[in-house]
């Protein structure tokens, strides 16, 4: 059990000023209990508490450290932009230099807008979507998270589901009425919804790997059926890859799977840890942005020079290092491998759900392929499974709802521990 005086004290002193002491609520450990962990270092795959305790990471802020923490390449070019001063609000060369290459690594992607966070990117691609369509209701898919607009916290994932508020206080009727939704994985539900609102729907948005629910994959042909269903209604196809993008592949979700979107959101790691997030995709579609278009959005941060500099240095290393998928794909597989043999070992049957470097193990002996699968795992086991590895020095998401997110950082000695934690935990568990 890690030493958390330090974390402890911070915590009591966080909540009188910050709401439950944190400033994104899935880090407040509500769903699994006990004191959050202060961080105050991180060195590739290690962070390190306030108490000096270490541990080897899964989260890597939720994405964005893919390469670890603290990579020099990184470090150094916000160092180097940093003396420039930290802000302009005005047109920079290095937002033309990171467009130009994120458009030659998204596929989809022909024009792209710099905003500051997932929850923009995915907030400005719906109403897009609506004001090039001029109709106002989108599709949404149980369990998947989109961030925090008031349209997309009807049945969300991640932090919504585990806070147990899947609607949200404060999203209006009017707001509401307007997010229609259906089962991840299933086209027959999206089909009845296309055919109960005709000429009624602007977008149909879909995380292409679902990570805020656990890690969910698309059923072969959901992807391509999406794309079919919005040729067919002329509706936008948006793909939510925030998460997948530039994770599964250099071009995300859509080179892997090799289906193309109208729109795509991104964010985590194409900001390299700083805020940063963005939307792209068709010329056509894109020109209806202010100050070409109609649909108006904004940002007094956006296109940030220092965020531009981090966010470049990562999308450049992973353009010019394709190794780094190889790599990443391959951490992701022996932690698989050993998972599943841990599994065998002990004569247990949880599912895992993996893809690249996404993975999760749910406590159900059935498979997951959306949210009321992931809800009908036992989740209470999650709690000891959780700190059973924090107090080994593994840091999970703390949260039943999320994927893990693997970073090249992890040698093959960590694996080793992540997989042996895996087994001592499960063991201890079931003994
Ligand atoms: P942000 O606004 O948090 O940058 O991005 C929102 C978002 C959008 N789309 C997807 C697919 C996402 O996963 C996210 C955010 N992911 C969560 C973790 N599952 C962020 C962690 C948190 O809320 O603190």
Not at 193 to 205: F, R, T
Request: aromatic letters at 8%; a negative charge.
């Amino acid at each position: 059990m890690p030493q958390l005086s330090t974390s402890k004290k911070l915590f009591s002193e966080a909540e009188k000023y910050i709401p439950g002491g944190v400033n994104s609520p899935v880090r407040a450990f509500k769903a699994v209990g006990g004191t959050p962990a202060f961080i105050n270092s991180a060195k590739g795959a290690y962070i390190f508490d306030e108490d000096g305790n270490k541990y080897i990471e899964l989260i890597n802020s939720w994405g964005p450290m893919v390469l670890g923490h603290a990579h020099t390449e990184i470090s150094e070019a916000v160092k180097n932009a940093v003396d420039q001063s930290l802000s302009y609000g005005a047109p920079t060369a290095k937002e033309v230099d990171i467009a130009k290459l994120i458009v030659s690594m998204m596929p989809s992607v022909e024009k792209v807008r710099m905003v500051n966070s997932g929850t923009e990117a995915t907030m400005s691609a719906v109403r897009l979507a609506r004001g090039y369509t001029n109709r106002n209701k989108f599709i949404k898919f149980e369990g998947c998270y989109h961030g925090h607009a008031d349209s997309f916290l009807i049945a969300a994932g991640s932090g919504a589901v585990t806070m147990g508020t899947p609607n949200s206080p404060g999203v209006t009727e009017g707001t509401a009425k307007d997010t229609l939704l259906a089962p991840y994985n299933d086209l027959d539900a999206v089909d009845s919804l296309v055919k109960s609102n005709p000429e009624q729907i602007a977008a149909i948005i879909v995380e292409p790997v679902a990570g805020n629910m656990g890690c969910v994959l698309p059923k072969p042909g959901f992807l391509e059926g999406l794309r079919k269903v919005c040729d067919e209604n002329g509706i936008v196809l948006i793909f939510d890859e925030v998460m997948t993008g530039f994770r599964l592949a250099p071009g995300g979700a859509q080179e892997y799977f090799n289906v193309m979107p109208d729109l795509t959101c991104m964010g985590k790691i194409i900001g390299g840890g700083m805020p940063v997030g963005a939307y792209g995709g068709k010329q056509e579609i894109m020109d209806y942005i202010s100050p070409v278009g109609p649909v108006y959005q904004a940002g007094t941060l956006s296109g940030n020079p220092i965020a531009m500099a981090a966010g470049y240095a990562m999308l450049s290393h992973l353009n010019e290092n394709k190794s780094v998928y190889k790599k990443l794909n391959e951490v992701g597989e022996k932690i698989k491998t050993g998972y599943e043999s841990n599994l065998e070992k002990l004569g247990l049957n949880y599912t895992i759900n993996h893809l690249g470097s996404m993975i999760n193990m749910f406590f159900t002996d059935k498979e997951v392929h959306n949210f009321k699968d992931a809800q009908n795992a036992d989740t209470d086991k999650f709690k000891p499974f959780f700190h059973g590895h924090l107090d080994r020095g593994v840091y999970l998401p703390p949260s039943a709802f999320e994927s893990y997110f693997l970073s090249t950082a992890l040698s093959d000695e960590d694996i080793d521990k992540v997989v042996q934690t895996h087994y001592d935990v499960l063991k201890e568990m079931h003994s």
